[in-house]
């Protein structure tokens, strides 16, 4: 193997890292924009042009998503297992979200039937703003840690339920996570349309650039001052293969500053995510659209990149027994399986972003009101 095994489990969380990052950036303003569709669009010439903006590529983005599920069963099969056994109902309401989007598509435009068309356009609302807030719900519970534990035979056994998701804390994040794809939405359209689209656009962008501040700040607070971190005590070497019991866990109060602490320059993620956020807002006013769909892009990947640096290196914190919490030392597969994955992922990777990167190249440029009169057929 060309890495040793502890280094291919740090690329491994990076790799992950990437592919979720990717997923938000790309096929977050999608489903910005389908959450924005009721309100943005008035008329169902704007509702057009809305879908056209994101039609073309929003299958392509969500296959980030197909991804990086697939990169965590294969890389960390423990957490597939623990994550989609526990989140089992959040799992399904987002994947039946999801079902509306493909199918509203699709069949938003056979009929001429003005309430046909607004009901699916309210199931693309859904399938835009369900999965951002449950992403963002779930995400939060692993920083609080999730009720679920091993016994002796390692078989894993979660002890919550649905509702106990829905805590103040979860539902912070929630709103965090909608509020930022909803202004990385607009930012998009501010590129892709003109005209009153565009202006609703810029205020909604603008409006959910002031809340994804006010959120971020107010879960980074809450975490330092009134959620419990983890810290690992005692484990076997990082270059070993282990199971997640064999190490030490504990509970501390300020627990996820840790890393925060000792490397004081991933303060610059954070404050990097709040100017991005910022100079998005600005721009937005300025009428720069470009520059303002590059400064959300960045805010997106900041936060997640906050949340991951101060998380590092667990994955699924439990909260009954905190030696049972998983960790990128902990939860991965052998190390022949990471060195294979490995130069998979060097030699896709590149062939898939230099695909994307041409496909938007293609696809660059404005789509008008006059443009989905002209296209009456072939539009969405």
């Not at 983890?230 to 500053?257: D, H, N, Q």
């Not at 006013?285 to 101060?310: C, D, E, N, R, Y």
Request: hydrophobic share 55%.
């Amino acid at each position: 193997m060309i890495f040793d095994y502890e280094t291919l489990k740090i690329i491994w969380w990076a790799f992950v890292g990437v592919l979720i990052i990717g997923f938000a950036v790309t096929d977050g303003f999608d489903m910005g924009v389908g959450m924005l569709l009721p309100f943005v669009g008035r008329t169902d010439a704007e509702r057009r042009v809305l879908l056209n903006s994101v039609g073309p590529t929003w299958e392509g983005n969500q296959t980030w998503l197909v991804t990086a599920g697939a990169a965590t069963f294969a890389a960390w099969p423990l957490v597939y297992g623990a994550a989609f056994s526990g989140f089992y109902v959040a799992i399904l309401l987002l994947l039946f979200a999801l079902f509306f989007r493909p199918v509203g598509f699709d069949y938003r435009s056979k009929l001429q039937n003005p309430a046909w068309r607004n009901a699916w356009d309210w199931g693309l609302f859904a399938g835009g703003f369900v999965p951002p807030l449950i992403f963002g719900v779930a995400f939060g519970n692993l920083l609080l840690g999730t009720p679920f534990d091993y016994d002796d035979t390692m078989r894993v056994t979660y002890h919550g339920g649905f509702f106990g998701l829905l805590n103040p804390f979860g539902l912070l994040s929630g709103i965090l996570s909608v509020a930022m794809l909803a202004m990385h939405g607009a930012s998009f359209l501010q590129v892709k349309t003109e005209g009153d689209v565009a202006k609703r656009a810029r205020k909604a962008a603008a409006a959910a650039a002031v809340v994804t501040i006010v959120c971020f700040v107010a879960a980074g607070v809450w975490i330092a001052t009134s959620v419990e971190g983890y810290r690992i005590t005692s484990m076997p070497a990082a270059g070993s293969a282990f199971m997640p019991l064999a190490k030490t866990v504990e509970r501390v109060a300020g627990g996820w500053m840790g890393n925060y602490t000792l490397q004081p320059l991933l303060w610059l993620v954070p404050g990097c995510t709040i100017l991005a956020t910022v100079l998005c807002l600005l721009f937005t006013g300025m009428h720069k659209s470009l520059p303002a769909f590059i400064a959300s892009a960045t805010a997106v990947a900041g936060i997640i990149l906050t949340a991951a640096s101060a998380m590092f290196p667990f994955i699924m914190p439990s909260s009954l027994d905190p030696n049972s919490s998983l960790t990128a030392w902990d939860a991965v597969s052998s190390h022949r399986t990471l060195g294979i994955m490995f130069w998979v992922v060097v030699i896709l990777m590149p062939v898939v972003m230099l695909y994307t990167s041409w496909v938007y190249r293609v696809m660059r440029g404005k789509v008008t009101l006059q443009h989905i009169q002209d296209n009456e057929h072939s539009a969405y």
